[in-house]
């Protein structure tokens, strides 16, 4: 009964919502919703033309991290009760994710794994009102787009997560995969000029331009004071930092870590099987979070979507040590919660960032994996037709 109720993808849709929406709902009503105060700010500090990057504490507390052109994706809730709008603004980032983790080429089963792995970040992401959600989604959409031989929209998804947040630039990632090489370059600065330049319809031009450039300053102090950060920098760099271990240039953490992640680019009798493309949107989810200093709690639902996909692609010939993995990652995922012991939870899990232990675990298993391991002889049984889903939106 068990098995069955899980192999069934319209309860655990709803359940998925559930996740999606009771979080925002306690939040409203217990201590308010500031990330969506900041969120709805953009907007309005953008139409007034007032300064994007300075406190606002009668509005919201802390500060703007986000691009000018993120005013055009949060406007149609912004104008909206508060209410009524940071519950559509969360609805509308777990359904994107939805849609596009139903158009990945995998059968049913395959995609309620990914989902159920998923469920408990992105409960955590909605909890904070996060885009995080949305950007997992562009990133994964922008995979899909370009394996369907759409790059002049792939590049749309990606020009939109890095205007938005600099984290949709790992799009790029993708470009060795495109068979329209030439339409990915044009379409990519057709795209970045558009979206530039779309705020200015609401502001003008010279406010656009002052904002981008005090985005980049914003950005580059902001990473300065991530490094030890209790709730920033849960990463493989904050680990890293914060133990001890390592005290020196984080560009030098970045870069091995850059180089591990290009070998598999070197495979190029592997590019064909799609399973190895896969495995190569996961590197980019989990990579996206293990390497920057701007990782949070609610930044891991891309990595744990990343996790799923990694999980039911896998062609590890050895399951009982991809399923420690997996269990090490939802150890590490439930050890920020009531759950564990206030003081193990503060002392150690939060303060030195453990919980990116699991997930680093896990992408060298994959880099291993893809780099290693012969796809030409794999079966691929969870690939379906690229055009197919399961149910229909």
Known sequence: MFKKL???????TILWFIAAIVPVFLKYFKSGVNNYWI???????????????????????????YGVFFSAIIAPFAI??????????????????????????LKMKPIIII?????????????????????VALIVLTYILIERGKEQWGTLSIVTGFLTKIYGIVGLAFF??????????????????????????????????????????????????NLFSIYQNISLIGFLFKTGIYKGNTIWIILCGAILFALPYLRFSQYKYPLFRL????????????????????TYIVAYIGIGIWYVTSPNPYPKWKNVLLILAILASLSITDLVPKYIK???????????????????????????????DRKNILLTNKNQSFGKI
């Not at 989902?115 to 950007?135: C, K, P, R, W």
């Not at 990116?356 to 291993?368: E, N, Q, T």
Request: glycine share 4%.
């Open 6 to 12: 899980f192999n069934n993808y319209k309860i655990i």
């Open 39 to 65: 969120f709805k700010g953009v907007f309005w500090h953008t139409f007034h033309q007032l300064p994007l990057y300075i406190p606002y504490p009668e509005e919201y507390s802390d500060v703007n991290h």
């Open 80 to 105: 909206l009760p508060d209410f009524l709008g940071v519950t559509l603004w969360v609805l509308f980032n777990a359904f994107i994710l939805y849609v596009v983790l139903r158009k990945l080429p």
């Open 115 to 135: 989902m159920l792995i998923s469920v408990h970040e992105l409960y955590g992401a909605s909890d904070m009102q996060q885009f995080n959600t949305g950007i």
């Open 176 to 225: 060795p995969f495109s068979k329209n090489k030439i339409r990915f370059i044009w379409s990519g600065l057709l795209w970045l000029a558009v979206c530039f330049a779309l705020p200015m319809l609401y502001s003008s031009p010279e406010y656009v331009i002052s904002q981008y450039q005090d985005w980049i300053h914003n950005i580059s102090e902001k990473n300065g004071e």
């Open 279 to 298: 495995q190569f949107l996961s590197s980019v989810l989990l990579f996206l979070v293990l390497f920057s200093s701007g990782s949070e709690s609610s």
């Open 346 to 376: 503060h002392t150690y899990v939060v303060a030195y960032s453990l919980r990116a232990i699991p997930p680093f675990l896990i992408w060298i298993s994959l880099i291993l994996e893809m780099y290693f391991l012969d796809y030409k």
